[in-house]
């Protein structure tokens, strides 16, 4: 369904809707045991980067997909800029290219504020602590069915009294007015029952297991080492440091050389100057800790010197171990936000799938964007929100499988999310009844020098699935679809599902029958020498058929050459 233009909903409905109940139901979870604390149900995004407005609804797993520069990021870094970088109302937040400009000659002073607004809630009543209760006390709007929300709007303009860009936080009430400044005890309130976290798709072992990374560190604190085995480790460190000099001349030189210092500088007492071969404190040893990973000959190897696909499973995984050990230190207040760009990113196909169960584990609420079709395949096609940039605007699709029977739905999840994922990436579909067509199409576009791949056309046969549930879909998705179908016996089937789900688009655009049957229709177009060899066979002959319009482009039917035309036109619309 389309939600550009929509507000978000502000009345008293459940943050936690019927299917996503029923998701939560089918992974063994329920809304009282996704997250104790606040989760982010929506976001409405008003002239930041390249989007003009556009709202999502959020659930505990939510996976952004469109083409590049449609909108991904732009809503992912939203999320995270209003959520981690506000800290009360100085912040500095927004960069100039953040702002919407509407051609090349805008620039961020004169464009159209930036207007974010970030709705929070719980997912049951009475899960947040009451400590934080009492925190966010004067920004909480409590709701018919008794949970309490919040709901941040944050604003950016350039202000040309003060020669400056003004970013200012503020909470609404039920009726959008403003309620209460963002505060920064506000802030930091959220951020400790809802701490948000980006992994961008550029995930390097080198930057997040170095001893400053903003993950891997958690884990080099000595703190965590009790008083008796710092002490026992340090002073078996010193030992072994003064065997190592005394093993090592060249060292052992340099030091008494230096010594001679002594007679122009005064030092303290003690040995005026010493050698450490090795750290001297059980921090500074544990800060040079570092994972190695074995090769194929079992040689261990730094995890930088690995692949990048290796690099890239090392740090989400690095991530998971993070997240349950802060999890661990912050107890049930908090549930984190994990915004994470493609995960898929360096991963073979055949790892993407088994990766997702570990992102799908992480604790707290999932953001993705992907440009994966086999990631698809392992998600519930209801989180899936699916970003468009049409008509200068971005625009918001998502599935409703409620809308399909439990036959429709399951034979959906068998055909499309399982076998065909990439199908919700394309811009157009190019969809037929048979075999023959499927050959015939493929080769008809490489005649004509169309490349499918290009243009955004996937195209498939739908005589072993239900045509009218594979139309609402692409439909929900947003996706144009254009049905190509023979006039024998089915004909009355596929034109009246086609006909039920227009949706407001012309018949031209939508469904078309050239011919009584494939085959009659290749005959009486200039290749019956073919259909009359002894050893014919419906998809062979197709393969010969497109053979020869690929040999002799002139050849290809015209009523053919204009179905790709067509399917072009919709891929491009």
């Not at 389309?2 to 978000?8: G, K, Q, S, V």
């Not at 879909?473 to 190509?484: C, D, E, H, K, S």
């Not at 020498?529 to 020869?548: E, H, P, Q, S």
């Amino acid at each position: 369904m389309e939600t550009l233009d929509e507000p978000a909903d502000r009345g008293g409905s459940a943050a936690y809707s019927a299917t996503e109940q029923n998701a939560s139901r089918r992974e063994g979870r329920t809304p009282e045991t996704a997250g104790p604390g606040f989760r982010l149900t929506s976001v409405r995004i008003r002239n930041f980067r390249c989007i003009k407005e556009l709202t999502l609804d959020l659930g505990e797993t939510t996976v952004l997909i469109g083409e590049n520069n449609s909108g991904k990021t732009a809503v992912l870094k939203a999320i995270e800029l209003c959520l981690d970088r506000l800290r009360g109302p100085s912040s500095r937040v927004f960069e100039e290219y953040d702002y919407h400009l509407v051609d090349e000659a805008a620039s961020a002073e004169k464009a159209n504020p930036i207007e974010i607004e970030l709705r929070l809630g719980e997912t049951a009543p009475d899960t947040l602590p009451v400590e934080l209760r009492e925190e966010l006390a004067d920004v909480l709007v409590l709701r018919e069915d008794g949970r309490r929300e919040t709901t941040l709007q944050v604003t950016s303009a350039y202000d040309a009294d003060r020669t400056e860009f003004i970013t200012e936080g503020v909470f609404l009430d039920d009726a959008e007015n403003p309620m209460k400044p963002a505060a920064a005890v506000h802030m930091a309130a959220l951020r400790r029952t809802a701490p948000v976290h980006f992994l961008s798709a550029l995930r390097d072992a080198g930057k997040h297991f170095a001893s400053r990374g903003p993950f891997w560190r958690e884990f080099l604190a000595a703190k965590d080492l009790s008083q008796a085995d710092r002490e026992d480790f340090e002073k078996e460190l010193g030992e072994l440091n003064q065997r190592l000099i005394e093993a090592h001349p060249p060292l052992s030189e340099v030091r008494d050389h230096l010594k001679r210092a002594q007679e122009v500088i005064v030092f303290g007492a003690g040995d005026p100057v010493t050698v450490d071969a090795l750290p001297a404190r059980a921090s500074m040893l544990l800060s040079q800790a570092r994972v190695n990973m074995a090769s194929r000959q079992g040689a261990k190897i730094p995890l930088d010197r690995q692949g990048e696909g290796a690099q890239s499973l090392a740090v989400l995984l690095l991530f998971d171990a993070y997240l349950r050990r802060r999890l661990g230190e912050g107890g049930d207040a908090v549930v984190p936000i994990t915004i994470l760009e493609e995960p898929e990113a360096h991963l073979h196909p055949a790892a993407v799938r088994l990766l997702l169960d570990a992102v799908q584990r992480f604790p707290g609420q999932k953001i993705l964007s992907t440009h994966s079709g086999d990631l698809l395949c392992g998600l519930d096609p209801e989180s899936v929100r699916r970003l468009v940039y049409r008509d200068s605007a971005v625009r918001t699709y998502r599935a409703e499988l409620g809308s399909l029977d439990e036959k429709n739905r399951q034979t959906f999840q068998r055909k499309i999310r399982r076998g065909r994922g990439d199908l919700l990436f394309a811009r157009c579909w190019l969809v037929y009844e048979g075999e023959t067509e499927a050959v015939l199409f493929s080769g008809v576009a490489e005649a004509l020098g169309i490349d499918l791949d290009r243009h955004g056309i996937a195209h498939m046969q739908c005589s072993d699935i239900n045509l009218a549930s594979l139309i609402r879909i692409a439909n929900q998705f947003g996706i144009p679809w254009y049905l190509v179908y023979d006039g024998d016996k089915g004909r009355n089937k596929y034109e009246r599902a086609a006909m039920e789900n227009l949706e407001g688009a012309a018949e031209e655009d939508r469904y078309l029958c050239p011919y009584p049957n494939i085959e009659e229709f290749l005959k009486e177009n200039g290749f019956d020498d073919l259909y009359n060899k002894k050893d014919f066979n419906k998809v062979t002959t197709a393969t010969r058929a497109t053979k020869r319009m690929l040999e002799e482009p002139a050849t290809v039917p015209e009523a053919l050459k204009r179905i790709l035309e067509k399917t072009v036109s919709l891929a491009a619309a």
